[in-house]
C-alpha cells in the first residue's frame, strides 16, 4: 500500500468513515453512503468495508501501549478523554480524522489495533 492521503472527518462522527477512505481511497461520502452511515461506525462496518474491498486483515483485536507495538498499518480504536475514536496507522505515522498527521497516538487512554496485511493497493 502507497501511503494514504489524509483525510479530516467531515463531521465529528465520521471519524470511522474517513479511516475507511484514507485506506480504501474512495471519499468519506462513497463509504457513508455504502455503509447507510453518517454518523459512528461500528467495528462491524469496519470490517464490512475492508471485506466489501478485499483488503486483507487480522480480526484479532490487540492492545498497544506505544507505537513500537504497532505493524506496518493498522486501524486504531482509542479511548479519548472525549469518546472512543478511530484512527489510522501507518509505517510510523498516524493519520488522526480528527487531531491531523501525528508522530504518536493523540490523547488517548486504553488503545486497540487491528493489523491490516501489507498485500492492499
Known amino acids: 500500500m502507497q501511503k494514504?492521503?489524509?483525510i479530516k472527518e467531515p463531521t465529528p462522527l465520521q471519524c470511522g468513515q474517513a479511516v475507511l477512505a484514507m485506506l480504501t481511497g474512495k471519499t468519506v461520502d462513497e463509504i457513508a453512503a455504502l455503509l447507510n452511515n453518517e454518523r459512528e461506525t461500528t467495528l462491524k462496518e469496519m470490517f464490512y468495508i475492508l471485506e466489501h474491498y478485499k483488503i486483507d486483515y487480522i480480526k484479532?483485536?490487540?492492545?498497544?501501549?506505544?507505537?513500537?507495538?504497532l505493524p506496518k498499518i493498522a486501524i486504531l480504536s482509542l479511548e479519548t478523554p472525549r469518546c472512543w475514536?478511530?484512527?489510522l496507522y501507518f509505517d510510523g505515522v498516524f493519520y488522526d480524522p480528527e487531531h491531523g498527521i501525528m508522530n504518536d497516538f493523540p490523547d488517548c487512554h486504553r488503545k486497540y489495533y487491528w493489523e491490516i496485511k501489507e498485500n492492499i493497493c
Open 4 to 6: 494514504p492521503t489524509y
Open 60 to 69: 484479532e483485536r490487540k492492545e498497544v501501549n506505544n507505537k513500537l507495538g
Open 85 to 87: 475514536h478511530w484512527s
